[in-house]
């Protein structure tokens, strides 16, 4: 169990760039989620994956946002035509399954800088 | 709408005092409620996860407890080090985890 892998660890792009982060779960977990955080803030929910099927996105998972689980194992989230504003770390997580009794690991973060 | 909120934002300690961080959360409907620290920069780490129906769990120095009807959360920990210095963040699951704000933790010597 080598634990939630995320790549690159840090990005920094110019404004109006496509950046894309990939995420590898625990293997064997089938739940991914995907969290935005931004400097003194909790992380903020984008969206999860059961699978390869997206289950839920929020509100903040804007046009310009998009992510996919391909056979249900990694994902990968793009972000198009980026702005100064998604500056943030982007967390992945996984979990065995949703429930009550199920702990959700988080990977380490890929932190995005738009100048 | 579920809403976390964590008190105090932050809280500066010296070294063997014991500690509260307080959690409140504004819907009881949820699966479980877990405990993560975070380093400056760092992804999160789970520390604790009390079921819906539990009321709490421990491992070592921590402890943390739980009051769904009242929506309420404690993390306590014992004899605090430098070494718990960190950000400390509650989070109520459903599908997805909602997270609060976090407790900025410095203990010093």
């Known amino acids: 169990d080598t634990g939630v892998s995320q790549d690159p660890r840090h990005k920094i792009t110019k404004r109006g760039q496509n950046v894309t982060f990939r995420c590898d779960p625990i293997s064997e977990h089938n739940r991914l989620y995907w969290y935005r955080q931004t400097l003194g803030q909790g992380p903020e929910f984008l969206t999860y994956f059961q699978n390869e099927a997206q289950l839920e996105k929020s509100r903040l998972l804007s046009d310009r946002f998009s992510a996919e689980r391909p056979k249900g194992s990694f994902s990968t989230l793009e972000i198009q035509r980026t702005e100064q504003g998604d500056s943030a770390m982007y967390l992945c997580?996984?979990?065995?399954?949703?429930?009550?009794?199920?702990?959700?690991?988080f990977g380490e973060g890929s932190w995005l800088t738009v100048v | 709408k579920q809403e976390v909120t964590q008190i105090p934002a932050a809280l500066s300690v010296p070294e063997g005092e014991n500690l509260v961080l307080n959690c409140s959360f504004t819907?009881?409907?949820?699966?479980?409620l877990q405990w993560f620290r975070q380093d400056p920069g760092k992804g999160l780490t789970s520390l604790l996860l009390?079921?819906?129906?539990?009321r709490e769990q421990t491992s070592g120095r921590l402890n943390a407890s739980l009051d769904k009807s009242s929506g309420r959360s404690t993390l306590y920990i014992a004899a605090s080090q430098p070494g718990d210095s960190a950000t400390y963040l509650c989070a109520v699951a459903t599908d997805k985890l909602i997270f609060g704000t976090g407790t900025r933790l410095q203990v010093f010597p």
């Open positions: 997580a996984s979990s065995l399954l949703g429930g009550s009794g199920n702990t959700i690991y």
């Open positions: 009390i079921q819906s129906s539990q």
């Open positions: 819907d009881s409907a949820i699966y479980n």
